[in-house]
């Protein structure tokens, strides 16, 4: 009973740590430079709603939000696809040299992304795809596969053989077997990792600074980036907060609409089911 | 995935538009790209001096971008050859590697020209030259200043009337007004710990010099042996150290950054802040209305070796381009920017130092005048150099400095530490080695 | 399904994303484990051919060795708390009740953020003068405890990974809640009607069970820890001197502040071969499945 006790205080606090800090951003937001400054915690004299009107203006928030939209839905229409055949052939058919694929793709996820910008931006500039939505969207892809093909092989991996059997016996091609019965089997791993990587994608920030350079093809994250600094200059850190809240609620309300997915994968279960 | 796919045509469509439109646009008989830093000052007088140039000069199109970290994008284009015409690259970039590089033109040439608009004169004269004299290497001028800040201390005013305080000139007038604030509960100093390099400069340095002269100063930067652990940086190092025994720093200081410090100043919980003549344009947004601030020099030694009028100043450097496609034009176009009517209006839309002379004869805000009185009484003009022309030195100094302001090392220790930084430095036959040679200053 | 047949299946399935990662991953990363045989100052064209020489320079630099143990450090310390908080709640926050699933939900909040809002968030906490940590300190009466938490040598790199874990808990909290519902719940059911309960259970179904999800936990934490780099860029800049460089933030200093381009390259591919010697000594460790393994 005492550690059920201690579990749930555990709960209760980490539950806390993640709320309070969240809404006093969005109560900051509310505040003048000065009262953040000098009262953090007290709550906004007046409510500087002003804040958030400069922010959407200075930022441009609107258009950023539009390019961010588009690429991370063009890379999720490529990467989810492309993705899991990858992984479903690595999780069920072994072949010769499978490991060190495999390897070559979990080694991406290792190196720092970085240092490979140099070489990518002159590939893209070769490419004719320098500065476009979609070499950003197709570069997008190519940082994503690491991350969608490990967590998508372990998903194929736990899924039980038999459904597979019982498809080829009933005349599924292999390749069908997999569009008809294992995909759709793979449905809650797909969508956490179609979440995981729609937020990475969103928050993206290196890879778009570089290869995006006009200012009206902007991502989000460079958008609020350039805000952040742009603040840091003239201290004014209401409107940041503003930008930060107007830069997280989307995100936020796009993993509470696929939470509601992910719970009911999850509750329904594909192995239960 | 339908929808998924619908998103990639749009972004295809949107795309391929997108060249098409490029593609059309006619092009201007000539034209010229101009990337800035969008720091404190942000780029609009830029692009208000760009309209302006191409009304003047008909046919010509200039293109003005820029942002707060303009030298990561500046980068990759230097690497492909493919970089703007004419470029403010910010703090950040890394100035001296492109000269070594041979990505940027020496000026000389062009500075001993006549100025915009003029049939004769030197376009040279119209500069202060101690500012100048920092952009040169090997005997050439590769760079150009704009405005410059001023390195110094703020106080705040009101506090100080109000209290019956002076601003302190001396060392020991210093130890006795910060034991007088402390009593009033007041931090007496402020500093931003997670950038010492406003400590550096701020204290250090200053220091060394009132201790030392001015050549113990320039010796350090010019990697004499031995400099940077001379009795001159020992004594700066221990002057830092008995503040901070004597508790006249703020607590926590070394944990805040630029804007935090700064804050702690302006809400009056500190009395005194090392930092440049940009504080005022950085904080204007949180300043309260009637708060006013002063300017000094830091204290100096009573019986110092070095020239109290000495002011540290620093400037962050336009350049041109090697492969610019067109040098001609952003060279006109800088000299434009640099005329004195320019620089006077930039003086006062902006609020700070130009490094145009006869541009002081603007009308200066405020909190600029007494940083104008001092610039104008200075003997000695320093400038931290070797922070740019050997980072990783630069680097070692500052986290020294940190250890030091935080009590985690001696005074001795400390210039050990510089020594060994400098020494290193020094055997790096891979670091190209720069001089800084004096002349009149003033 | 004929072998031809197969290799053709294959091939398909495996063909559009190892081309394309092949294309803007594997050729990029291949010219920048080039590039760490030069000296390059990143800036131009021009190169110079050293060999071995930045590798060299490396295993001589102190401040490496110093940047690699923060990076161990946290590993350890990060992954333990995490490890032991995440298994101890994934149960209950994989119930079924309305409160496991509201809690579900916020825990990912961190997670679902970006990395800047949560360093800012962290550092105004922090806050020496006005965060709420040293508010809160005072005014229960612990003023000698309230410190410069990032200012301190000795707290800042536990700060970060403070951060760090705040950030990351969500993630591994879903994932061993994910793998637990994947075990069919009547060999929990059998467990449990066998007597197994608490740590018991814990160690001999549910370990078990979660072996496969615990060592791709584990692999990710190592690759978190070994390539954490914006809390610690925006939080500290690897200070105070030096007591929260890492390697990342150290190889970004050696490549843009000192246009030691080559010496970043290197300094990359060391780091690239560390977590995958540190991933593969995991994997190795934990291949079998201490109940397998008995069988």
New interface residues.
């Given amino acids: 009973m005492i550690r059920r006790a201690v579990v749930n205080l555990c709960l209760f606090l980490f539950a806390l740590s993640v709320i309070v800090p969240l809404l006093w951003v969005l109560m900051t937001a509310f505040k003048t430079g000065h009262e953040i400054f000098t009262s953090p915690w007290g709550l906004p004299h007046t409510p500087q709603w002003e804040n958030f009107v400069r922010a959407w203006e200075e930022a441009g928030i609107a258009r950023y939000f539009l390019n961010s939209l588009i690429v991370t839905l063009a890379t999720l229409a490529i990467l989810l696809p492309i993705g899991a055949m990858a992984a479903y052939v690595f999780a069920r058919y072994p072949f010769r040299g499978a490991k060190w694929l495999f390897g070559a793709f979990l080694g991406g996820m290792m190196f720092p992304l970085f240092l490979t910008i140099v070489p990518l931006f002159f590939l893209l500039a070769r490419l004719g795809m320098l500065d476009t939505l979609h070499g950003l969207t197709l570069v997008y892809v190519a940082y994503s596969l690491p991350f969608t093909v490990f967590v998508l092989t372990g998903f194929f991996q736990t899924l039980p053989q038999e459904m597979l059997e019982a498809a080829l016996i009933d005349g599924c091609g292999h390749a069908r077997a997999f569009w008809k019965v294992m995909l759709p089997l793979a449905k809650p791993g797909i969508i956490v990792v179609g979440v995981f990587n729609a937020i990475g994608l969103w928050n993206e920030y290196p890879l778009a600074l570089v290869i995006m350079t006009s200012d009206e093809r902007r991502t989000l994250p460079l958008g609020i980036a350039n805000l952040l600094m742009v603040e840091q200059y003239q201290s004014d850190w209401g409107a940041l907060f503003a930008g930060l809240v107007i830069v997280m609620l989307p995100v936020l309300l796009v993993y509470w609409l696929f939470r509601d997915r992910i719970h009911e994968t999850m509750i329904a279960g594909a192995l239960k089911g | 995935?339908k929808?998924?796919?619908y998103?990639?045509i749009?972004?295809?469509l949107?795309?391929v538009s997108?060249?098409i439109v490029s593609c059309g646009r006619q092009q201007p008989t000539s034209s010229l790209e101009v990337a800035c830093f969008?720091?404190?000052y942000g780029i609009d007088f830029f692009e208000q001096a760009a309209r302006e140039y191409e009304k003047l000069h008909p046919g010509v199109k200039i293109k003005v971008?820029g942002?707060?970290?303009v030298?990561?994008?500046l980068?990759?284009r230097?690497?492909?050859?493919n970089p703007p015409d004419l470029t403010y690259p910010g703090w950040?970039m890394?100035h001296w590697?492109?000269v070594?590089?041979?990505?940027v033109i020496p000026l000389d040439e062009y500075l001993d020209s006549p100025p915009y608009g003029k049939s004769e004169g030197k376009w040279r004269d119209t500069f202060e030259p101690s500012l100048l004299a920092l952009c040169q290497y090997q005997g050439k001028t590769y760079m150009l200043p704009y405005f410059f800040s001023m390195l110094g201390w703020w106080y705040n005013k009101d506090m100080f009337e109000k209290n019956g305080w002076k601003p302190p000139r001396t060392w020991s007038e210093l130890l006795a007004l910060c034991e007088k604030i402390k009593a009033k509960g007041i931090a007496p100093i402020t500093y931003q710990?997670?950038?010492?390099a406003y400590a550096v400069s701020g204290f250090l340095i200053p220091w060394a010099i009132s201790a030392g002269g001015i050549e113990a100063f320039d010796n350090a930067q010019n990697l004499v042996p031995g400099a940077w652990k001379s009795p001159a940086f020992l004594k700066a190092a221990q002057m830092i150290d008995e503040l901070r025994r004597r508790g006249y720093f703020q607590?926590?200081?070394?944990?805040?950054?630029h804007?935090?410090a700064?804050?702690?100043f302006?809400?009056g919980?500190a009395a005194m802040i090392p930092c440049g003549t940009w504080l005022h344009s950085?904080?204007?947004?949180?300043l309260?209305p009637n708060f006013r601030m002063g300017f000094m020099l830091p204290p100096v030694l009573d019986d110092g070796k070095g020239d109290p009028t000495a002011v540290g100043i620093g400037i962050e450097p336009w350049m041109v381009p090697t492969k610019g496609k067109n040098r001609e034009l952003a060279i006109d176009f800088y000299k434009y920017m640099t005329s004195l009517e320019k620089a006077k209006q930039f003086v006062e839309q902006k609020g700070t130092l130009m490094s145009i002379r006869g541009s002081d004869q603007a009308n200066y805000p405020e909190h600029l005048k007494e940083p104008v009185e001092v610039f104008r009484r200075a003997k000695t003009v320093w400038s931290v150099e070797y922070r740019q022309w050997y980072?990783?030195l630069g680097?070692e100094v500052e986290?020294?400095t940190?250890?030091l302001l935080?009590g985690?090392i001696t005074p001795e220790q400390f210039v050990e530490r510089l020594e060994r930084a400098a020494e290193a430095t020094r055997q790096d036959k891979?670091i190209p080695k720069h001089t800084y040679t004096r002349g009149k200053d003033r | 399904m004929t072998p031809r047949a197969r290799a053709g299946f294959i091939t398909l399935f495996l063909l559009p994303a190892s081309a394309l990662y092949a294309l803007f991953v594997v050729i990029p990363v291949v010219q920048a484990f080039a590039f760490s045989l030069y000296r390059w100052r990143g800036i131009s064209a021009n190169r110079t051919f050293i060999g071995l020489e930045n590798f060299q320079q490396l295993f001589n630099d102190p401040l490496v060795w110093r940047a690699l143990s923060h990076n161990l450090l946290l590993f350890v310390g990060t992954s333990v708390v995490i490890l032991t908080v995440s298994l101890a709640l994934a149960h209950a926050v994989g119930a079924e009740s309305a409160l496991a699933r509201f809690l579900r939900s916020v825990y990912l909040f961190p997670q679902v953020i970006s990395l800047v809002v949560v360093a800012i968030l962290w550092m105004f906490i922090l806050n020496p003068s006005f965060g709420i940590l040293n508010a809160t300190l005072k005014a229960v009466g612990l003023k000698e405890w309230a410190i410069t938490w990032l200012g301190n040598p000795y707290t800042a790199l536990a700060s970060i990974g403070v951060a760090h874990v705040w950030h990351a808990l969500g993630f591994y909290i879903m994932l061993f809640a994910a793998a637990l519902r994947t075990i069919p719940t009547d060999v929990m059911e059998a467990a449990t009607l066998d007597g197994a309960t608490g740590l018991v259970r814990l160690r001999y179904v549910t370990l078990p069970l979660l072996w496969a999800v615990l060592r791709i936990a584990l692999v990710y934490m190592a690759i978190g820890t070994m390539n954490i780099f914006s809390l610690v860029f925006l939080m500290t800049q690897g200070g105070p001197d030096r007591a929260t460089e890492v390697m990342l933030t150290y190889l970004y200093e050696q490549a843009f502040k000192h246009s030691e381009f080559g010496y970043a390259t290197a300094l990359a591919v060391v780091n690239f071969v560390l977590v995958m010697a540190l991933s593969g000594a995991i994997l190795t460790l934990f291949r079998h499945n201490p109940q397998e393994g008995r069988g």
Avoid: C
Avoid at chain 2, 78 to 81: K, L, R
Avoid at chain 2, 282 to 286: L, T
């Fill in positions: 995935m929808a998924g796919r998103a990639l749009v972004t295809v949107i795309a997108a060249v969008k720091g404190g971008w942002n707060p970290r030298w990561e994008q980068r990759p230097f690497v492909a050859g950040g890394d590697a492109l070594y590089e041979g990505q710990g997670i950038y010492p607590e926590g200081a070394n944990g805040m950054d804007t935090g700064q804050m702690e302006i809400s919980r950085e904080m204007r947004n949180v309260p980072p990783k680097k986290d020294a940190a250890a935080a985690n891979n």
